[in-house]
């Protein structure tokens, strides 16, 4: 019994100190839509981490731009493919970390089909959401001789810096804060495998859907975010580790002509801006390692205030369409993106109830003491 207590120990341990919590950027490019204009594409070049956008028609360096990220994925790459790379952070939520992948680009560029998928599901075509969660069960699964995990899911929209509750049914809304991770007071509901998990994004969408005379309008509007709540119990030890995994589908990142926007437009276009700019603030100021980080000045970064920061794995999908008459926002979504990356934020931390880093190491020193004595 000892050992298997001092090998949970020293693996939560060597957990706290690996993989530091920067912010990993992926970019990935739309293909051409079927039956629209096959133009020429403002994707010039891209290799594994690097894409070159043509800026203009001038030859020679001027009329080029490169922007480096993590990972790049061109019109080609499938939903396998994408969500490959994102696999390791679903052990870490397992493993105890706070966990935020976000889907950031305009209105098209794909952002709801990497998450969720197309509207057609296929087993081939479905997003990283559904991935994420069926990745979760299997790896739970696995784990179930030495832990005992509880998963749970909350599903809510951001619109108008208004949370709305995607979970309800009959329009009964119970109280929940979870694991001192900063949630709304939205539906927490119990799952134990990915078929509940769908039943329960076919109701978000329902939900969605419901008071909103164009959807898809409304959709690239608002903010939609599918938050997994995890807790681990080891069966030997007894210790809990939680963790948290947001999973976000922004509103659309392009810029409303402020002049030609008015009415419902307008106030929309006023609180994306001021929730994506506040995004990007918080971004900031945790990159200066400032002492105030401004979480407050937005809905949605107040939602995911745990899971963005030092302690936290955050990963940015960042959506790109090819056609040439989006090449200004191409451009600016690419700035963003890249001041995103270079973002240092230290070392992610396990969220562990029994014990700090010190007592870890106190806990490992005297059962080392301990199993010396009775060798
Ligand atoms: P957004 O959510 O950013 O507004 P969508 O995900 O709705 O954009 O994508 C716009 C359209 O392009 C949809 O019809 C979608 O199915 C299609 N699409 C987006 N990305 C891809 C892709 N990688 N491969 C094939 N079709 C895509
Ligand atoms: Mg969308």
Known sequence: KYHKVLEENCKLYNQVQDLKGNIRVYCRIRPFMPGKPNHLSTVEDLDERTITILTSSKYGKEGRKSFTFNKVFGPSASQEEVFSDTQPLIRSVLDGYNVCIFAYGQTGSGKTHTMTGPSELTKESVGVNFRALSDLFLISDQRKDSIAYDVSVQMIEIYNEQVRDLLVMDGE???????????????????????????????????????????????????????????????????????????????????????????????????????????????????????????????????????????????????????????????????????????????????????????????????????????
């Open 173 to 375: 809304i119970r109280n929940n804060t979870q694991n001192g991770v900063n949630v709304p007071d939205a539906n927490l509901v119990p799952v134990t495998s990915t078929s509940d998990v769908i039943n329960l994004m076919n109701l978000g969408q329902k939900n969605r859907a419901v008071g909103s005379t164009a959807m898809n309008v409304r959709s690239s509007r608002s903010h939609s975010c599918l938050t997994v709540h995890v807790q681990g119990r080891y069966v030997t030890s007894g210790t809990v580790v939680r963790g948290c995994m947001h999973l976000v589908d922004l509103a659309g990142s392009e810029r409303v002509d402020k002049s030609e926007a008015v009415g419902d437009r307008l106030k929309e276009a006023q609180h994306i801006n001021k929730s994506l700019s506040a995004l990007g603030d918080v971004i900031s100021s945790l990159a200066q390692k400032q002492s105030h980080v401004p979480y407050r000045n937005s809905k949605l970064t107040q939602l995911l205030q745990d899971s963005l920061g030092g302690q936290a794995k955050t990963l940015m999908f960042v959506h790109i369409s090819p056609e040439p008459d989006t090449l200004g926002e191409t451009i600016s979504t690419l700035k963003f993106a890249e001041r995103v990356s270079t973002v240092e934020l230290g070392s992610a931390r396990v969220n562990k109830e029994s014990a700090g880093v010190k007592e870890l190491k106190q806990q490992i020193a005297s059962l080392k003491v301990a199993l010396a004595r009775k060798e």
